[in-house]
């Protein structure tokens, strides 16, 4: 079956752009996770949904990032008015409910600000 | 979440074991250790997880020491597919957030 999609694959914005990365997850996956890795780290935690609410928020950098699940299936990660430090590769994860941890995660996107 | 330990980087010859370590010594009782692996410009990729026996399936085997504080990651017969950076990490089973807490994880290379 689809695994985690994501678009664009690659973005480039000047800096003070809007942008917007969308993630689909697997299908009836409950809760949905975004991360952001910075090039040579490992992914830090950006918010966490279950189904449409937003559950946590803490990794969240700074008030430019928005994310959003409206029909908790497909969100997205808005970033308001780009930075330089914003560049790096924005990555979602889906996970079934029930007693599975495993989350599945989607290509990511390449966000890259001049 | 307790905080894991590995080595930047490891190399292996193709076709051989790849034993890569994980020291996880302020894991409590109720936190599992998993493993997942980063192959270039993918996502990240689950592997294996486990509380306190050893466990093993089709990627590879997960041995965790009786006391829990270390666990190696062993893939059997490593191919150069193999080459990738592998994440240990330790958390609670059933959290309520389930977000992952990736360290700099061990960049593994396999050799011809």
């Known amino acids: 079956g689809a695994g985690v999609s994501q678009s664009p694959r690659y973005k480039v914005a000047k800096r003070g752009q809007d942008v917007a990365l969308r993630c689909d997850p697997i299908?009836?996956?409950?809760?949905l996770f975004w991360y952001q890795q910075a090039l040579g780290q490992g992914p830090e935690f950006l918010t966490y949904?279950?189904?449409?609410?937003?559950?946590?928020k803490s990794g969240l950098p700074s008030d430019r990032f928005f994310a959003e699940r409206p029909e908790g299936s497909v969100s997205t990660l808005k970033i308001q008015r780009t930075q330089q430090e914003d560049s790096a590769v924005y990555l979602c994860?889906?996970?079934?409910?029930?007693?599975?941890?495993?989350?599945?995660f989607g290509p990511g996107t390449r966000l890259t600000v001049l | 979440d307790a905080k894991t330990t590995q080595p930047p980087s490891m190399d292996c010859a193709e076709g051989r074991a790849a034993n890569l370590p994980c020291n996880h010594s302020?894991?409590?009782?109720?936190?599992?250790v998993y493993w997942y692996r980063q192959i270039h410009s993918q996502g990240p990729q689950y592997i294996i997880h486990g509380l306190k026996n050893n466990e093993t399936n089709e990627m590879a085997s997960l041995i965790i020491t009786e006391d829990r504080k270390s666990s190696t990651l062993i893939l059997p017969h490593a191919t150069l597919r193999d080459t990738a950076v592998y994440y240990c990490?330790?958390?609670?089973?059933?959290?309520?957030?389930?977000?992952?807490?990736f360290g700099q994880g061990t960049t593994l290379q396999v050799k011809p």
């Open positions: 990490i330790v958390r609670v089973g059933s959290s309520n957030t389930g977000k992952l807490i």
């Open positions: 994860a889906s996970k079934a409910s029930g007693g599975t941890d495993t989350q599945y």
């Open positions: 299908s009836g996956h409950v809760s």
């Open positions: 302020t894991i409590s009782g109720n936190e599992y």
């Open positions: 949904f279950q189904n449409e609410a937003q559950l946590d």
